[in-house]
């Protein structure tokens, strides 16, 4: 069934369709419609879960974890200062290899106070082993919850599925929902071999000595590496099932582009049209699209930019003291594969449009820029 819905309702309907046990909740702008949309489907019986209502958004996570450990599907949502005050938990759901999803409205972070988008908040954990996806449209929101389940519940790590305020989390689209019982053959029912059971007992938590806690951190790390796979196979298998197929990377026109801009989120599309007009001036330029940034999409990256002559890098975020953080990571991947020039643009923080306009003086300036420098390019600050 075909329906206008915001973002946050579509990431609703996706914890819907992936018949989720125990919804955890705390309410922080602009993420409270996905959590006020779940509270009502599970007070009416459109979803069979329990809904708990807690007092932080520490509290909304120490919940995920404590149902996942016993052996539930688990869902929370929230954003910015909400995200931050999760921090300690979010480390806990990792270490403990519970399989929980949480979406993050990206927000910016305060001071001063701001409840518009950019990607600081999920950024600032890319280093807890939490899987990060980034969503460009509200189907793609809905679509990547089931996803994130099934990837999750294989690797035993949580996933994190982030989309902007605003442009996506209060925009309406027609968003093609999905139901339960489509979903069931993709994403079965969730059983883990090892739970928190009063009949069979086991330990979990404890303190792990200099002997063993390398090696646990060594297999959060393989399991990482082996969610490349199964994130291109999921992503495969979903679109078998439902038309709509997911990859890591999404590239655009990059097959002869002698200049690459380097997306996410909300500004893929954006970028896109651009591209399709500079093409129609015979300008080569194409545009990559980074869906996954965790684990981060080196082969991808590597085989489609070694093969252009320029790449610019249009970062919703600033790492300080540094460049913004998709810059840094493309420029680790290609370290070492090629010499070209690679170049950053950080843009639209604090939910600053980032309008076609602003797009094509980034392009106009990549293409005029021999070296990458300055070391760092602000787009739209008013001086």
């Known amino acids: 069934m075909k329906k206008v819905v915001m973002g946050n309702h579509a990431v609703s309907y996706g914890v819907r369709a992936s018949e989720v046990k125990v919804i955890s909740a705390y309410p922080i702008t602009p993420q409270t419609h996905v959590v006020e949309l779940l509270s009502e489907l599970v ?63 990206n927000r910016a972070i305060g001071p001063p106070w701001s409840i518009w988008t950019d990607q600081n908040d999920s950024l600032s954990m890319r280093d807890v082993g939490w899987i990060q996806i980034y969503c460009e449209s509200n189907q793609e929101a809905q679509d990547s919850i089931p996803q994130a389940f099934k990837i999750a519940e294989e690797v035993n790590l949580p996933v994190m599925i982030v989309l902007d305020a605003f442009f996506l989390s209060h925009t309406y689209e027609i968003v093609d929902l999905l139901e339960a019982e489509q979903v069931r053959e993709f994403l079965p029912p969730y059983n883990p071999e090892i739970k928190l059971d ?107 930019l070694c093969s252009t002559k320029k790449v610019a890098v249009l970062d919703r975020n600033i790492s300080f003291g540094n460049h913004g953080v998709f810059f840094q990571e493309i420029k680790s991947a290609l370290y070492g594969k090629t010499d070209i020039p690679i170049l950053g643009y950080i843009l639209g923080l604090g939910g600053r449009d980032v309008t076609p306009r602003v797009i094509r003086e980034v392009a106009d300036k990549a293409i005029k820029d021999k070296n990458p420098e300055p070391y760092i390019n602000w787009i739209g600050v008013k001086k």
Request: aromatic fraction near 8%; hydrophobic fraction near 40%; proline fraction near 4%.
């Open 43 to 105: 007070a009416n019986g459109e979803i069979d879960a329990k809904f708990i209502k807690v007092e932080s958004e520490h509290s909304a996570m120490a919940a995920c974890v404590g149902a996942s450990a016993a052996g539930s599907r688990a869902f929370t949502a929230t954003s910015s200062q909400g995200l931050l005050l999760m921090t300690e938990m979010l480390h806990w759901a990792v270490g403990a290899r519970l399989p929980i999803v949480l979406t993050n409205v």
């Open 198 to 304: 009063t009949n069979d007992p086991h330990s979990f938590g404890n303190l792990a000595g200099p002997d063993y806690y390398m090696e646990l951190r060594y297999m959060i790390e393989e399991a990482m590496n082996e969610a490349r796979g199964v994130i291109k196979r999921v992503g495969k298998e979903f679109g078998e099932h439902f038309g709509r197929y997911y990859d890591m990377v999404v590239p655009y026109r990059c097959d002869d582009a002698d200049v690459i801009l380097v997306t996410s989120g909300t500004v893929a599309s954006t970028t896109r049209a651009v591209i399709d007009e500079m093409r129609d001036e015979g300008i080569k330029i194409g545009s990559l699209k980074i869906r996954v940034f965790r684990p981060f999409p080196f082969k991808e990256v590597i085989d489609i």
